[in-house]
Structure formats: structure tokens, C-alpha cells
Nanobody
Framework: VQLQASGGGLVQAGDSLRLSCAASGRTFSTDGMGWFRQAPGKEREFVAAISGNGRTPYYAQSVKGRFTISRDNAKNTIYLLMNSLNPDDTAVYYC?????????????????WGQGTLVTVSS
């Protein structure tokens, strides 16, 4: 599967942003999907994930209550709505396909990484 992330940009603290990740190349609706992010000089970290049918979301503690992951299988797209952004959310955000359910919150549980989209939050 090929993944294309988009929607990043420069925003101010407190603003909202919605990221999109479009998938192509294979059946999408059976795949769990996830968002990760990587800030400069830091390891890639889990942000959110969603099951193939969209009924089961997962969130990192740092974004719980602020970010919402969703998907539209008819459009082969997943979304990440980010509210109340703060400078600590500044990072390149990546979407990926989950391959190991038991590793939903680990990068090792995913493949087919998209190219990433940069989110910069100014204070």
C-alpha cells in the first residue's frame, strides 16, 4: 500500500489542524492504520491508531482528549484532527499501516510509511 500524508503547516498554539493520509494500492478497509510523529532530535513516537472498521481508536497519553483519529474507507483515507495544539506537538507526522495488532503503539508494528507532513506550532 502507498500512503500520502498531507495537511501539515505552521499554526499558533491553541489552533487546530487536520491531517489526512490517502492510501492506494490494496484493500484498505481491513487494515489498522496509525499516526506517528518525530520531532527534531527525538525518536519517532506513537500518536494515534484506528482499527480497520474505525470502531477502535488508540491514543498516546500526550494527545488524548486533544486529537481525534478517524477514517473514511470509501475514500481510502484516515484523518487526524488535532485541537489545542502546543509547541510540543511540533514534528513531522507520519501515517503507516498496522501489521501487528499487539504492537499498535510501536513503530515496529507498522509498515508502508508515508512520506510525512510537517506540523509546526509556534508559541
Amino acid at each position: 500500500v502507498q500512503l500520502q500524508a498531507s495537511g501539515g503547516g505552521l499554526v499558533q498554539a491553541g489552533d487546530s489542524l487536520r491531517l489526512s493520509c490517502a492510501a492506494s494500492g490494496r484493500t484498505f478497509s481491513t487494515d489498522g492504520m496509525g499516526w506517528f510523529r518525530q520531532a527534531p532530535g527525538k525518536e519517532r513516537e506513537f500518536v494515534a491508531a484506528i482499527s480497520g472498521n474505525g470502531r477502535t481508536p488508540y491514543y498516546a497519553q500526550s494527545v488524548k482528549g486533544r486529537f481525534t483519529i478517524s477514517r473514511d474507507n470509501a475514500k481510502n483515507t484516515i484523518y487526524l484532527l488535532m485541537n489545542s495544539l502546543n509547541p510540543d506537538d511540533t514534528a513531522v507526522y507520519y501515517c503507516a499501516r498496522r501489521t501487528i495488532v499487539a504492537e499498535t503503539m510501536k513503530a515496529s508494528g507498522y509498515d508502508s510509511w508515508g512520506q510525512g507532513t510537517l506540523v509546526t506550532v509556534s508559541s
